[in-house]
C-alpha cells in the first residue's frame, strides 16, 4: 500500500474508485488498485459504462455469444456481468468489512430519473440480475427517487443514492434511507448484511459557483472562489453526524444492526487546473466517508496526498461563514444546485444515449 492511501483509510476514508471496465477487469488492473492502493470499492454511471462499451474489442466476444438480440438486453447483459465480475473481485474486500465496503455500484437508467415506479422495478430487476451481495443500486436523488430510495430498501436491496448537491436534498435523502430499514426491518430483512451510501458531488458546485464569482467579479466574490464545494460537502457531513445522533428510529434500527448510510464524496476529480490535483480528496477527510475517484485523481493521491490536511469534524463554523458570504455577494445557492441536479440527469441520459448507438453498432458489427 503506498503510505499516503493507508493514511487516508486510516483516517476513516474508504477509497472507492470511479470507473469499470472489461480491460480493467480482465487485467488484473482492478486486482492491483486493491492490493496497491486501498480501493475497496467501485462506482459506476452512465458516464463510465458510456467510455467503456465504446471501445472496440472488448466486449466484442459477448457480443457475439448474445446475437442480434435488442439493444437494451444487450446493453444490460453487458454491464451487469462487469458488475458482477467487479463484485466477485471485492468478494474478500466484502467480507473482511462486513460488508461495509468491498461494493460495487450499478446505476437504473437514468431516463427514469422522474419515473418512481420504473425506477423501483428496475433496481429489483438490476439486484436480482447481478445477483451478488455485495452489489449496490444506483438510484438518483431527485423528488421523484426519493420514494423509489425507500421501496428498494424496503426489500433488502443496497441503495447508492447519487446526485445529491444541496443540503436540503440530502436530508431528504437520509430520512428515504431510515424509513426504508424501518420497513426492510419491518419485512424481516437481514439488516447487517445491507448498506447505503448517499453520493454528494463536489467538484461541480465549485466549476458552477466560481463562474458565478467571475461574473460578479467583485474582490469578495473573488476571494470565495474554490471554497463553495468543500463548504458545502463539510456541512453535509455536519448533517449526518446529527442526524444519525439524534433520530429515534435510527438507535433501535442501528441496535439490530444497521449500518449507517455513509456520505459519499463524488465528481472529486479537480476540474480547475489552478487548484490542487488532490482538493476535494485532502480537505475532506473524516470517518465514516467514501471517497470515490477518478484513478487519474487516486494516482494523484497516491503520490502527494496529505490526509491530515482537512479533517472535516472543527470546520464547520468556518463552512458556514463561507455559504454565508457566498450569500452576501448575490450567489442563490438553492438555483446553482437546482441547475446541477437538471444538468446531471441530462449528462447521463446523453451518455446512455450514446451507449445505445455505440452498443447497437457492436451488435450489427460482430453479427455482420
Known amino acids: 500500500m503506498t503510505a499516503s492511501t493507508q493514511a487516508i483509510s486510516d483516517a476513516g476514508v474508504s477509497i472507492w474508485l470511479d470507473d469499470l471496465s472489461r480491460t480493467r477487469i480482465e487485467s488484473g488492473n482492478l486486482e492491483e488498485l486493491i492490493k496497491n492502493d486501498n480501493v475497496v470499492g467501485v462506482t459506476t454511471n452512465p458516464s463510465i459504462f458510456q467510455k467503456a462499451l465504446s ?33 466477485d473481485i471485492f468478494k474478500p474486500v466484502a467480507e473482511a468489512s462486513d460488508y461495509v465496503n468491498g461494493r460495487v455500484s450499478i446505476e437504473v437508467d437514468p431516463r427514469l430519473a422522474h419515473e418512481t415506479a420504473e425506477t423501483e422495478k428496475q433496481a429489483e430487476e438490476l439486484w436480482a440480475k447481478v445477483d451478488r451481495p455485495n452489489a449496490m443500486i444506483k438510484i438518483p436523488a431527485t423528488l421523484e427517487g426519493l420514494p423509489a430510495i425507500t421501496a428498494t430498501l424496503a426489500k433488502g436491496i443496497s441503495v447508492n443514492v ?50 458565478k464569482l467571475e461574473e460578479i ?20 457531513y455536519e448533517l449526518f453526524e446529527k442526524k444519525f445522533a439524534e433520530d429515534p428510529r435510527w438507535a433501535a434500527l442501528e441496535a439490530k444492526g444497521a449500518k449507517k448510510q455513509r456520505p459519499l464524496w463524488a465528481s472529486t476529480g479537480t476540474k480547475n487546473a489552478a487548484y490542487s490535483d488532490v482538493k476535494y480528496v485532502d480537505e475532506l477527510v473524516a470517518k465514516d466517508v467514501v471517497n470515490t475517484m477518478p484513478e487519474k485523481t487516486l494516482l494523484a493521491v497516491a503520490d502527494h496526498g496529505q490526509a491530515t490536511l482537512g479533517i472535516i469534524p472543527g470546520n464547520y463554523d468556518e463552512a458556514h461563514d463561507i455559504m454565508n458570504d457566498l450569500a452576501e455577494v448575490g450567489i442563490n445557492f ?27 453498432s457492436g451488435i450489427d458489427r460482430v453479427n455482420g
Open 55 to 87: 471501445q472496440v474489442g472488448p466486449y466484442d466476444a459477448q457480443l457475439k455469444e448474445l446475437g442480434k438480440v435488442d439493444v437494451e438486453t444487450a446493453i444490460r447483459e453487458l454491464t451487469t456481468t462487469d458488475v458482477r465480475n467487479a463484485c
Open 217 to 236: 467579479g467583485s474582490l469578495e466574490a473573488k476571494g470565495l472562489e474554490g471554497k463553495a464545494a468543500v463548504a458545502n460537502a463539510r456541512l453535509a
Open 162 to 211: 447519487t446526485l445529491i448537491f444541496s443540503l436540503e436534498r440530502y436530508e431528504q435523502v437520509i430520512d428515504a434511507f431510515i424509513e426504508g430499514m424501518v420497513q426492510a426491518d419491518a419485512n424481516g430483512k437481514d439488516l447487517s448484511k445491507m448498506a447505503s451510501v448517499a453520493s454528494f458531488f463536489v467538484s461541480r458546485v465549485d466549476t458552477a459557483v466560481d463562474k
Open 334 to 360: 438553492k438555483d446553482v444546485t437546482d441547475k446541477l441536479e437538471a444538468d446531471g440527469v441530462a449528462a447521463f441520459i446523453k451518455s446512455w444515449d450514446s451507449v445505445l448507438t455505440d452498443v447497437q
